[in-house]
Antibody, heavy 118, light 108 residues
């Protein structure tokens, strides 16, 4: 059974930093691209970033480019999102998600909440 | 960038109703479209992929159709468990994804 468990969320001041983690199990982690998707309170889904199975390719939404860094440790089956220069508009529930080889997002974690506020 | 729109943004329906939600892409995405259901406090759940393929375990009352720029999600007979928000997502431009803004299905 595929399981994705996010952690690392919390309250952070504007301009601060946070690192999210996503522990994966139930599939061969290194084979699949992984994404982060966020959802601001009461709002829709926003794709944030994706990383290839090897970790060699990364892509970002314009809204986070230059501030967020996605990475992975395939030996630990863990995905990361380092978030710097955080802003109020980054406040959201952050989901870790698995992609198939065609790019379909087929499994989601339960999310970790990031609140940016002074 | 490919933009996605959905209509309606909200709809009120009764148990047993046939419900149709439309998703439109700003350019052709072939059939690279997925539909997700999200309930409050829960992660999205995959319902339909490649525009019309039903995910394993999803009830057959859900169906998808369309290609190119216009797509529909149909619930043939709305059940109490179906009151939720539905999102479309294009993955034609993978590794870049875009979600639609969502359609909330309310109880009438």
């Amino acid at each position: 059974e595929v399981q994705l468990l996010e952690s690392g969320g919390g309250l952070v001041q504007p301009g601060g930093s946070l690192r999210l983690s996503c522990a994966a199990s139930g599939f061969t982690f290194s084979t699949y691209a992984m994404s982060w998707v966020r959802q601001a309170p009461g709002k829709g889904l926003e794709w944030v970033s994706i990383i290839s199975g090897s970790g060699g390719s990364t892509f970002y939404a314009d809204s986070v480019k230059g501030r967020f860094t996605i990475s992975r440790d395939n030996s630990k089956s863990t995905l990361y999102l380092a978030m710097n220069s955080l802003r109020g508009e980054d406040t959201a529930l952050y989901y870790c998600a698995k992609a198939t080889d065609t790019g379909l997002t087929d499994y989601w974690g339960q999310g970790t909440l990031v609140t940016v506020s002074s | 960038d490919i933009q996605m729109t959905q209509s309606p943004s909200t709809l009120s329906a009764s148990v047993g109703d046939r419900v149709t939600i439309t998703c439109r892409a700003s350019q052709s995405i072939s059939s690279w479209l997925a539909w997700y259901q999200q309930k409050p406090g829960k992660a999205p759940k995959l319902l339909i992929y490649k525009a019309s393929s039903l995910e394993s375990g999803v009830p057959s009352r859900f169906s998808g159709s369309g290609s190119g720029t216009e797509f529909t999600l149909t619930i043939s007979s709305l059940q109490p468990d179906d009151f939720a928000t539905y999102y479309c997502q294009q993955y034609n431009s993978y590794p870049i994804f875009t979600f639609g803004p969502g359609t909330k299905v309310h109880i009438k």
